[in-house]
């Protein structure tokens, strides 16, 4: 699934590329995750201002208007001058002066939808509930540290939960806890406010590494461009299941939270 990091890559990949195109034709696929909300037609004609990202959310601004762009559980993203045919998993293709976005998602649980403005209901829907973002730097310990304090659930579900920072999902927490050394299912609200200091260093520092490195959580991911990722290359615990820490040698158990695989050292990450 793409994490924050490969959405910051994608939005980097394209961003300058795009900005200043004005549409010239949208051909919509099979159904996404949700609709539209307005006619492919209603698109044509507005310049697209820039491209942000919040959450896992890219939001595309028009002069009027704006698109909210999520990647699902599949998605990837890819701006290019000539782009081939659209094939059968091609459900979102935006013509532009400057080349065709074009959204490619087999598994279809991602979306494009168009909102009037970023107070738009729909917009308030899909965006309201966020956390912090871990990549901004309004985002400190401190803040961190009084979000967990309101949250008894075990720490690895409140970071994938979102609402008190975005972004930090499944091989991303696993990796934050371990460098920060805190087991997975220690209680959020139970974190000292030292440990927290060191978790959120952990957060920043993982996300960033793995923007730099054009992040890659998803085997098939690629960027914009076609570039694949290849932060997976350098997990801490994630997928490391029964294999020595590379700190303390001791086997990385595996737990599943919520449905989701847990990996964490027993030796190096303390309850
Ligand atoms: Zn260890």
């Known amino acids: 699934m793409p994490e924050l990091p490969e959405v910051e890559v994608t939005r980097r990949s394209f961003a300058d590329a795009i900005a200043g195109a004005t549409v010239c034709a949208v051909r919509l696929g099979k159904p996404l995750r949700w609709p539209l909300g307005v006619t492919a037609e209603a698109l044509v004609g507005r310049v697209v201002q820039g491209v942000r990202r919040r959450g896992k959310y890219l939001l ?3 002069d009027d208007g704006l698109l909210l762009l999520h990647l699902g559980m599949s998605g990837s993203l890819g701006f290019r001058p000539e782009p081939p045919s659209p094939g059968p998993h091609d459900h979102f293709d935006m013509h532009t002066t400057r080349g065709t976005l074009r959204l490619n998602d087999p598994r ?3 979306a494009v939808v168009y909102a009037s403005s970023e107070g738009d209901p729909v917009a308030r829907k899909l965006l309201g509930h966020l956390g912090m973002e871990p990549l901004d730097a309004a985002f400190d310990a401190l803040r ?4 967990l304090t309101q949250r008894s659930a075990p ?5 994938l939960a979102g ?5 930090v999902g499944n091989i991303y927490a696993s990796e934050a806890l371990f460098l920060a050394g805190i087991r997975p299912t220690v209680r959020a609200n139970c974190i000292s406010r030292v440990r927290v200091q060191a978790l959120h260093a952990a957060i920043c520092d993982v996300l960033s590494r793995a923007v730099q490195k054009g992040g890659s959580t998803l085997r098939d991911f690629s960027n914009a461009n076609g570039e694949a990722g290849y932060f997976q290359l350098e997990a801490m615990v994630y997928g490391r299941q029964g294999e020595p820490c590379r700190r303390c040698g001791t086997p990385i158990k595996l737990l599943r939270q919520g449905q989701r695989a847990t990996y964490y050292c027993p030796q190096c990450q303390k309850r």
């Open 60 to 62: 595309l601004d028009f």
């Open 144 to 147: 961190l540290h009084r979000g």
């Open 108 to 110: 279809r649980f991602g």
């Open 163 to 167: 609402d008190v920072v975005v972004g």
């Open 155 to 159: 720490i690895k579900q409140v970071l």
